[in-house]
């Protein structure tokens, strides 16, 4: 982005963010800011892969978190690309 910070969620009680970070070797670009004090649990990657061993059922609901998130990302962009598309110049 422009560097400018942007809302793009916000979470309650029980939901988390960042998982992505645990599926390859990037380095984690998001952030969060708390708006009231709040918990945090921080999982290590090696002890993802240890729980996942453990319990592969996991990786289903993490694939089905990320299935649909990915839903409202492609719906946003899609009604982005609307809008933009409706306020551009009518081209001839």
Known sequence: MDGKSQ??????IGDYFGE??????????GSAIA????????LEKS???SLVTQRPHIIFEI????????REIDH?????TLTS????????
Request: charged share 25%; with cysteine; proline share 4%.
């Open 76 to 80: 946003l962009r899609s009604l982005n």
């Open 47 to 49: 002890r993802f892969i």
């Open 85 to 92: 598309s409706s306020l551009s110049p009518a081209k001839t």
């Open 63 to 70: 694939c089905r978190i990320f299935s649909c998130r990915l």
């Open 20 to 29: 992505v970070a645990l599926f390859d070797d990037a380095p984690y670009w």
């Open 35 to 42: 708006l009231e004090d709040v918990t945090l649990l921080k």
């Open 7 to 12: 809302e793009l969620q916000r979470l309650s």
